[in-house]
């Protein structure tokens, strides 16, 4: 029997955030270590996990946590917006890189979507900002995948705040 489910996986990480799909492989035959892929909603929570699991013991196996490769997509995840950006400045900011269909700005958690009309654009944007600066606060930038985009936006709406684009 495997020391662990997926279902399991995911509980142990809630803590740290939504979680959004666990996914495990089985260990190749004769060894003991298997690998499991832990998808958040936000990039916060995964650094926070990664941070907080990394050489931890979970059984009898140390923990060993690594980034997963993004899934690029035409949605930008900004995260460690300051307070003091506004959804303008994001759109001014973010448009240089190409044309913005939508911005959504979560100002209670400091994050926000970028969505552009082309990926290419949303490519240039990523590689053009990751590890940026804003007003002194380094700036974690992703593609945003579907289901984060839908958790996302859930947010938004429980919160209360305006989705205006």
Do not use: N
């Not at 997509?73 to 950006?85: F, M, N, Q």
């Not at 400045?89 to 979507?113: E, H, T």
């Amino acid at each position: 029997a495997l020391p662990i489910s997926p279902e399991k996986l995911g509980s142990i990480c809630e803590r740290f955030g939504d979680v959004l799909d666990v996914e495990m492989s089985r260990p190749p035959e004769g060894e003991a270590t298997r690998s499991a892929f832990v998808e958040f909603c936000d990039m916060f929570s995964v650094c926070r996990a990664g941070k907080a699991l990394d050489g931890e013991l979970l059984g009898k196996h140390r923990v060993k946590t690594e980034f997963g490769k993004s899934v690029i997509t035409s949605c930008v995840w900004l995260d460690g917006l300051p307070l003091e950006v506004t959804q303008e400045y994001i759109m001014q900011r973010f448009s240089r890189y190409g044309q913005v269909a939508k911005a959504v700005y979560d100002r209670l958690r400091g994050r926000a979507l970028v969505l552009y009309t082309r990926r290419e654009d949303a490519i240039t944007a990523v590689q053009e900002t990751k590890g940026t600066q804003i007003s002194g606060w380094r700036l974690k930038v992703d593609y945003a995948s579907d289901k984060s985009r839908l958790v996302f936006c859930r947010d938004m709406e429980e919160s209360g705040q305006d989705r205006k684009s």
